[in-house]
């Protein structure tokens, strides 16, 4: 008799914590669209996060996305290169429609030299640009053929075994 309680007992513990284990497993899917505030055009590829896990997706083509959201979760995290990240509250909502906004921002333009990175209008040295119109014309078996040649003072030089390792000095 008492091996027979203490089963129904250990039986009816075990039951109560798996009704909590599911309970906090419960999900909630959310849905929705992501355009952008000036033009209303969907954002294909912008990122749907909920903040504070590594729950996520991305958008489709047509900024549209899904996402399986805990029950726990109370916002989501929209963000796009070059717009302004966006956290909204989820609230109950099964569907929520962002708009995002640009984010303006005036990039310097950088130069990586030999010894690190400096804005283009402070070098003092010279500096070559080459850009695929400059490249020379023509079948190349290695893209260093296709600069030969343009940069001043650049020397390229190859050990003439197969496969051997070109030597590039400036």
Same mark, same amino acid.
């Given at each position: 008799?008492?091996?027979?309680?203490?089963?129904?007992?250990?039986?009816?513990?075990?039951?109560?914590?798996?009704?909590?284990?599911?309970?906090?497993?419960?999900? $909630?899917? *959310?849905?929705?669209?992501?355009?952008?505030?000036? @033009?209303? =055009?969907? /954002? +294909?590829? #912008?990122?749907?996060?909920?903040?504070?896990?590594?729950?996520?997706?991305?958008?489709?083509?047509?900024?549209?996305?899904?996402?399986?959201?805990?029950?726990?979760?109370?916002?989501?995290?929209?963000?796009?290169?070059?717009?302004?990240? $966006?956290? *909204?509250?989820?609230?109950?909502?099964?569907?929520? @429609?962002? =708009?995002? /906004? +640009?984010? #303006?921002?005036?990039?310097?333009?950088?130069?990586?030299?030999?010894?690190?990175?400096?804005?283009?209008?402070?070098?003092t040295g010279s500096i070559s640009k080459i850009d695929s119109?400059?490249?020379?014309?023509?079948?190349?078996?290695?893209?260093?053929?296709?600069?030969?040649?343009?940069?001043?003072?650049?020397?390229?030089?190859?050990?003439?075994?197969?496969?051997?390792d070109p030597v590039v000095r400036l």
């Amino acid at each position: 008799m008492r091996y027979r309680c203490s089963i129904l007992l250990l039986t009816l513990l075990g039951m109560i914590l798996c009704v909590g284990t599911v309970r906090a497993q419960e999900q $909630q899917e *959310v849905g929705g669209t992501v355009t952008s505030a000036d @033009d209303n =055009a969907p /954002l +294909p590829g #912008a990122n749907v996060s909920v903040p504070g896990t590594t729950t996520g997706t991305a958008t489709n083509a047509q900024g549209q996305y899904s996402l399986q959201v805990p029950s726990d979760a109370d916002s989501l995290r929209f963000s796009f290169v070059g717009f302004r990240a $966006q956290t *909204v509250a989820i609230a109950g909502r099964t569907t929520i @429609d962002v =708009a995002l /906004l +640009p984010q #303006a921002q005036q990039i310097e333009e950088l130069v990586v030299v030999g010894y690190g990175q400096q804005e283009a209008e402070k070098i003092t040295g010279s500096i070559s640009k080459i850009d695929s119109a400059g490249f020379n014309p023509g079948t190349y078996a290695s893209p260093e053929g296709m600069i030969q040649g343009k940069v001043a003072g650049l020397q390229i030089t190859n050990s003439g075994r197969p496969g051997g390792d070109p030597v590039v000095r400036l």
